[in-house]
Each structure stands twice: as structure tokens, then as C-alpha cells.
């Protein structure tokens, strides 16, 4: 029998896609065997070490459109193995995200996965509460207002990427970015301070935050506890949004709703964003299998399913218009605030092999600023020589 070999990423916002596997089997006699599913973090840290070992021989991974760089040196370029036609149907920004220059050959981008989503954070929150904020200080006066014991004003990502996200938005909100056209970083500024100062304030001097923020919260559990009631707003990304849609997994089905994010200092809103996707290894035993089960899996029947029933944005433009014109009230309007987000205030970070080095810096430092065992300063000025030191 013939077998594929995968490693997929885990967590209730991408296990849905487990469903979809059988019908691939029964359409091609193809066994797979999912021989790692684990959360985002980890899975990164296990490609680290397997891809280019003889462990690394998979024949199809999940990847994400900011990590595949990292990864590159190690996957098959899809071009010429995929046509034109097949990419037809796909958002050309995303497939932006999918391309980018390898290895010694610098003046041509390669395309290196498939997508399967587009990831932005909006607002949810407590619609029973309070109205939208518009801002982020008259957010934080919300915060502020309806904390009480066991009842938080505020919840993030507490460490690796999320916390590096949120610190991402922030500071893109303040007017700032991490680097400039030529990669000099460029964070160490007033809206880094800024960026930095907020999030010292809500965790450590307003309290709004789960005092175990850093140590247990991050992603699950900040979608988990908003929909249990325990939280007045976060920002959540729409591979969640199927367990919004059912009572039995949102205790507040009835009292949130969803926005825009609030807008910065500097009158800007931003969101961090990018894509999950596919790849395949060189070192995979059937990367042709590889390749059809990557091409199966973004299809229109899967990017429908995933996006009707998980709550994912397909990259589909077809499927992205289909999902819009049947869905009706708070559904509808979490689709339209995707979209704006999206196409008006979505922060994609550089493309570039070094970039995972750049977050794991950053989330470190933003961990020290907020709990004030650094200054805003101190901290931005060792992210900036640590930063340096990995461009070198």
C-alpha cells in the first residue's frame, strides 16, 4: 500500500482538518500516517531538528508563510508543479507570502507552499459590557473598569509568537515597524516605547491581565477562557471562530461580538497576520503524494469546509465570496471585519531565514518590559543589540 508521511500542526483551531484526510485515502489508496501533530510553537522547534536528518523524511509538512524561510534550505520549490492555472483561483497576496528567494539565486522568488488560510486577529468582546473601543487607552479605561477577581479586562498570548504579535501590533499602531527597507531594525523608538509602556500597564500596574498570563496563557487558552466568561476582550484569529458558533463551546454566545482592532496613537490599526501552508521536503520518499495530498487539502472542497464549519479564511477567492454571500448577522459582520482588516490593516513581517531568531529576541525582551524587570528603554536597547547581532 502506498503511505505518506506527515507532520501537521495540532490545537482545536486546525484539528478539524483531520476530518478530510479519509476521503483523500479512499480517492487515491494512499495510507497516511500522521507521524507528528503537535501546536505551533512545537511543531516549529521539531522541523528545526528534523528537516535535513534522517528523521526529516516527510512528505508533507504545515508550514506557516513567516516560518517556511527558516525551513527553506530543506523543501521542494513548487514551481513548475504547479501551473498557472491551478493558482488561478488563489488571493495573489497570499501567494506573495508563498514566494520568496532561496538559497545563493537571490533575484528570483520561489514558490515554496501552498496556502491554506490567512490568519488576522480582531476584536472580540463582551457586547453585553461594552461598547467597541475605538481606542486603545479608552480600551484600557474599559479594562480597568470591569476587572474583579476572576473576571480579567484584558487577555494575550503570553510568550513566543503571540506575545511577539501583540507587541507587533502595538508598536505598528504607534506608527513603528521592527525594520526598515534595508533590515535595519528600527523598534527602538517612541512607538516602541509606547507599545512597551501599554503593555506594562495593563499587566503590572492596572492589573487587568491573569497574573499567570506569562506562565499558561496563550493562544487556546486565551480563546478557551473569553468564550468561558472570563474575559472582557482579546484578539482572536478566525480558525477558532467554529467553537464561537456553538453554545455548548461559548458559554457567551449570546453576549460577545466582534470589531475592528481599537486604533494606536498614532490613528492606526493594525493586525498581525500571515498564512498557514503546506510544503514538502526534499527529502520526502513521495513527494509526488506529497504534493497531491497538499494540493487536496487546499482545494475548494477542503477550503470550504475549513472555512464554513472551522471559521478559517479561505484564500480561495472563490470560496472567500461564496462564504460571504451566505452568511447573515454576527456572522456576516465577522466576515466584513476580516476582510477590512485584511486588505486595510494586516502587519505581515519580513520574509527572511533568520526571522524565528528575531521573534524569540523580542517576545523575550517584551516579557521583561511588561513585568518591569527591565525599563521600556533598558529593554528596547538590548532587543535592538541582540537584534544586531543575529542581522550581522
Not at 535535513?52 to 521542494?76: F, R, V, W
Not at 473576571?151 to 501583540?166: E, I, M, N
Not at 501590533?169 to 535595519?184: I, S, V
Not at 535592538?384 to 547581532?389: F, M, S, T
Amino acid at each position: 500500500m502506498k503511505e505518506l508521511h506527515l507532520a501537521l500542526i495540532g490545537g482545536p483551531q486546525y484539528d478539524g482538518l483531520l476530518e478530510q484526510l479519509p476521503k483523500f485515502e479512499q480517492q487515491t489508496g494512499y495510507r497516511l500516517h500522521v507521524d507528528v501533530r503537535l501546536p505551533h510553537v512545537e511543531l516549529n522547534e521539531r522541523m528545526a531538528k528534523d528537516l535535513g536528518t534522517e528523521n526529516g523524511h516527510y512528505d508533507m509538512i504545515s508550514t506557516h508563510t513567516k516560518y517556511c524561510p527558516s525551513q527553506a534550505e530543506h523543501l521542494q520549490p513548487l514551481d513548475g508543479l504547479v501551473d498557472a492555472d491551478e493558482l488561478s483561483d488563489f488571493v495573489p497576496r497570499v501567494l506573495e507570502l508563498c514566494r520568496f528567494s532561496t538559497g545563493t539565486d537571490q533575484t528570483r522568488e520561489k514558490l515554496m507552499q501552498l496556502p491554506r488560510n490567512f490568519d488576522a486577529r480582531i476584536l472580540f468582546y463582551r457586547a453585553d459590557l461594552i461598547a467597541a473601543p475605538q481606542t486603545w487607552d479608552e480600551a484600557a479605561t474599559q479594562m480597568v473598569e470591569h476587572t474583579r477577581d476572576g473576571f480579567y479586562g484584558f487577555a494575550f498570548p503570553g510568550r513566543h509568537s503571540g506575545l511577539f504579535g501583540t507587541f507587533y501590533e502595538l508598536l505598528g499602531m504607534a506608527g513603528g515597524d521592527l525594520f526598515d527597507a534595508d533590515l535595519n531594525p528600527i523598534f527602538n523608538s517612541e512607538a516602541g516605547e509606547w507599545s512597551l509602556t501599554y503593555l506594562h500597564r495593563v499587566h503590572s500596574v492596572d492589573r487587568v491581565t491573569p497574573p499567570d498570563l506569562i506562565e499558561n496563557w496563550y493562544y487556546d487558552e486565551i480563546s478557551g477562557r473569553f468564550r468561558d466568561g472570563d474575559v472582557l476582550m482579546v484578539g482572536d484569529f478566525p480558525g477558532f471562530y467554529g467553537l464561537y458558533q456553538k453554545r455548548e463551546t461559548c458559554k457567551v454566545f449570546d453576549q460577545f461580538d466582534v470589531a475592528v482592532y481599537p486604533a494606536g496613537p498614532a490613528g492606526i490599526r493594525k493586525s498581525y497576520a500571515g498564512g498557514h501552508s503546506f510544503a514538502i521536503p526534499k527529502a520526502a520518499r513521495d513527494p509526488e503524494g506529497g504534493l497531491a495530498l497538499a494540493k487536496y487539502l487546499t482545494s475548494s472542497e477542503v477550503q470550504w469546509q475549513e472555512a464554513s464549519v472551522g471559521g478559517h479564511t479561505p484564500v480561495r477567492k472563490s470560496i472567500f465570496e461564496k462564504i460571504k454571500s451566505t452568511q447573515s448577522g454576527r456572522d456576516a459582520k465577522r466576515m466584513a471585519v476580516l476582510e477590512e482588516t485584511i486588505t486595510q490593516y494586516a502587519m505581515v513581517p519580513p520574509k527572511f531565514a533568520r526571522y524565528p531568531l528575531i521573534e524569540d529576541i523580542l517576545w523575550s525582551g517584551v516579557q521583561e518590559a511588561m513585568t518591569g524587570k527591565l525599563t521600556t528603554k533598558e529593554t528596547l536597547l538590548l532587543m535592538e543589540e541582540k537584534v544586531q547581532e543575529v542581522l550581522q
